[in-house]
């Protein structure tokens, strides 16, 4: 972790054509790769990122999807919202959710709200908070939202979303 912390001091412009090599690789500089592009992406990473993304899911490298969703993120291309839904239904994975849901946002992807409602729901409370914050709000989802704020088991930050969504 402490050369992550190194090359994470480092100018992006020095250490981007770098994490582009070391993507392809494996280990240490496959990490270093990911964490870098996770950070650090741009526009002219999105096929990278997507081909990389689309590989771990097939591996089932549930961990490294993540680092490319959040590379996704910094992109913030409304192309890339299909492999993002598509990743949100497939993946297994629950830590992965929040961070799709987030990425679709930056992309302004209009199948945010749909996904917002089913992430409700979801075990991740990082993702019923985003979700509080981008479902339609429906009677359907307004039930939802006042249980979510009366709740008193419920995550304190998901609470209070969801009443700052019911005003």
Request: aromatic fraction near 6%; glycine fraction near 4%; hydrophobic fraction near 45%.
């Amino acid at each position: 972790m402490a050369y992550i912390r190194y090359l994470e001091g480092l100018s992006p412009n020095l250490t981007l054509p770098l994490a582009r090599r070391w993507l392809s690789g494996s280990g240490r500089l496959r990490f270093a790769g990911e964490t870098i592009l996770s950070r650090h992406a741009q526009a002219e990473d999105r096929a990278l990122v997507e081909q990389t993304l689309a590989a771990c899911m097939a591996k089932g490298a549930y961990y490294r999807v993540c680092s490319m969703i959040e590379a996704l993120t910094r992109i913030a291309d409304p192309a890339s919202s299909g492999l993002l839904v598509r990743t949100f239904e497939q993946i297994p994975y629950a830590w992965a959710r929040p961070r799709i849901l987030q990425a679709l946002r930056a992309c302004g992807a209009h199948e945010l709200p749909a996904l917002a409602r089913e992430s409700l729901w979801d075990c991740e409370s990082e993702a019923r908070e985003v979700a509080v914050q981008h479902v339609r709000r429906d009677a359907d989802a307004r039930v939802r939202l006042e249980a979510m704020r009366d709740d008193a088991l419920e995550d304190e930050r998901v609470r209070a979303a969801a009443d700052i969504r019911l005003r």
